[in-house]
C-alpha cells in the first residue's frame, strides 16, 4: 500500500510560477513510475507528466511541455511538478499518481487555479 499526499497549490496569477510535491509513504518509491494528472472542471483527467523509477525517462502532455518539469527525489520518497509560464486553462485539480505494473494509487488532489 502507498499512501500519496500532495500539496503546493494555490493561487497564481497567469504567466506564474507554482511547485506540486507529493509526498509517498513505503520503502519501495524507486520502483514506482510516478506521474501527474489533473481535472478541471466538467473534463476527464488527463495526464501530465510522468517520471520513471530512477528519473531517467520523462514524460509529459504537449500542452505543458517546455513550461512544466517533473523530478522526483527517491532519497525523500518525493516528486514534483515545476510548472512555470501557467495559464487560465492549467487551472484544475492536480492529482499524484504511482504506477507499478497492475498496482495504481492516487493521492487526494491539490487545486490549481490561474487568474487572467
Known amino acids: 500500500q502507498v499512501q500519496l499526499v500532495e500539496s503546493g497549490g494555490g493561487l497564481v496569477q497567469a504567466g506564474g510560477s507554482l511547485r506540486l510535491s507529493c509526498a509517498a509513504s513505503?520503502?519501495?518509491?524507486?520502483?514506482?513510475?510516478m506521474g501527474w494528472f489533473r481535472q478541471a472542471p466538467g473534463k476527464e483527467r488527463e495526464f501530465v507528466a510522468a517520471?520513471?523509477?530512477?528519473?531517467?525517462?520523462?514524460y509529459y502532455a504537449d500542452s505543458v511541455k517546455g513550461r512544466f518539469t517533473i523530478s522526483r527525489d527517491n532519497a525523500k520518497n518525493t516528486v514534483y511538478l515545476q510548472m512555470n509560464s501557467l495559464k487560465p486553462e492549467d487551472t484544475a485539480v492536480y492529482y499524484c499518481?504511482?504506477?507499478?505494473?497492475?498496482?495504481?494509487?492516487w493521492g487526494q488532489g491539490t487545486q490549481v487555479t490561474v487568474s487572467s
Open positions: 517520471i520513471s523509477g530512477s528519473g531517467g525517462n520523462t
Open positions: 513505503g520503502r519501495t518509491f524507486r520502483s514506482y513510475v
Open positions: 499518481n504511482a504506477k507499478l505494473w497492475l498496482l495504481d494509487y
